[in-house]
């Protein structure tokens, strides 16, 4: 049983650069969301996703894309990467709002 | 929007002690109250949730209160283990599981 896998693990990106976090989740899930994780920040939303086709914005949503055309994938796309977009990233998958959240491994990035 | 405040930001405890860490949250709409422990180099995990009809639950070693009126909840860990030793995160939410979480506490559990 999977859960909720994210590739790559480790990224570096140079400024400018674009790329996409993959995000996909075997448990049926409706509810999808990004997480970026800062020292000292905790846990910030970033978008999520109620249903296929169905996206909405987070806390901080600036600079990042998503799309949901599948229930099981959940991309996260980086348009022009920032030094400030250096952070751990996290996918996180839900049955149904206020149920527990599954969390993939996480995401490393660093842009130089 | 939500605002969660975790606290303490460190807690070091000795083997077999009581460890408790607080939060409170802003808006009295949210409703559940789910608890996240993250060890080195992985994803969060959930380790107890609360729901706001309930004002304490408990699994084994581990309890959780809510005081709505105040608006803050609490985790306690008893006997600890230093397999405890972790990051928690508290969490608080009112529908779509939009969690907005705390900043977190490090817990180190000595032998």
Same mark, same amino acid.
């Given at each position: 049983n999977a859960g909720v896998t994210q590739t790559p693990k480790f990224q570096v990106l140079k400024t400018g650069?674009? &790329?996409?976090?993959?995000?996909?989740?075997? &448990?049926?899930?409706? *509810?999808m969301s990004w997480y970026r994780q800062d020292p000292g920040m905790g846990l910030r939303l970033i978008h999520y996703s109620v249903g296929a086709g169905i996206t909405d914005q987070g806390e901080v949503p600036n600079g990042y894309n998503v799309s949901r055309s599948t229930t099981e994938d959940f991309p996260? /796309?980086?348009?022009?990467? #920032?030094?400030?977009?250096?952070?751990? *990233?996290?996918? #996180?998958?839900? /049955?149904? #709002?206020?149920?527990?959240a599954f969390f993939g491994q996480g995401t490393r990035l660093t842009v130089v | 929007g939500e605002n969660v405040e975790q606290h303490p930001s460190t807690l070091s405890v000795q083997e077999g002690d009581s460890a408790v860490i607080k939060c409170t949250y802003s808006? %009295?709409? %949210?409703?559940?109250?789910?608890?996240?422990?993250?060890?080195l180099g992985k994803?969060?995990?959930l380790i107890i949730d609360i729901r706001s009809n309930v004002g304490e639950k408990k699994d084994q070693r581990i309890a959780v209160t809510l005081n709505?009126?105040?608006?803050?909840?609490?985790?306690?860990?008893?006997?600890?283990?230093?397999?405890? %030793?972790a990051v928690y995160f508290c969490a608080a939410s009112k529908g779509y599981s939009t969690l907005t979480f705390g900043k977190g506490t490090m817990l180190l559990v000595s032998p």
């Open positions: 650069q674009s &790329m996409t976090l993959q995000c996909a989740q075997d &448990m049926n899930h409706e *509810y996260l /796309r980086l348009l022009s990467a #920032a030094p400030s977009q250096t952070s751990v *990233y996290f996918c #996180a998958s839900s /049955r149904q #709002a206020n149920t527990e | 808006d %009295s709409a %949210s409703n559940y109250f789910p608890w996240y422990k993250q060890e994803g969060p995990q709505k009126t105040a608006k803050h909840f609490s985790l306690h860990i008893t006997e600890t283990q230093p397999e405890d %030793s």
